[in-house]
């Protein structure tokens, strides 16, 4: 195995990983920016305020979004047992 392979390995790893959770990061990013420009709006400052909004956000783009991050999980796995035959 080359090190062109295991560079191209690792950053294709990298990214899978990327995909998969940047939908989710994203959702709870802009429900903590919300949630913060409301509690200063409103000079409400509970931390655990935003806690509730972000874990539904978060869950609800699991649930919209788990069959598509599980068949590119699924993918890319199928993509690298195959590469092992071609070794």
């Known amino acids: 195995m080359s090190m062109e392979q295991v560079t191209l390995l690792m950053q294709g790893g990298i990214l899978q990983v990327l995909k998969l ?8 990013l802009i429900i903590g920016l919300v949630v913060a ?4 709006t409103t000079s409400i400052q509970e931390q655990t305020l ?3 909004p972000k ?4 869950l609800i783009v ?6 598509a991050m599980f068949t590119s999980m699924k993918n890319y796995t199928v993509g690298l047992f195959q590469m092992i035959g071609r070794m």
């Open 55 to 58: 874990l539904l956000g978060m």
């Open 50 to 52: 935003t806690f509730l």
């Open 21 to 28: 959770c940047a939908p989710v990061l994203g959702a709870a």
């Open 62 to 67: 699991l649930a919209l979004l788990a069959s």
């Open 37 to 40: 420009i409301f509690q200063a």
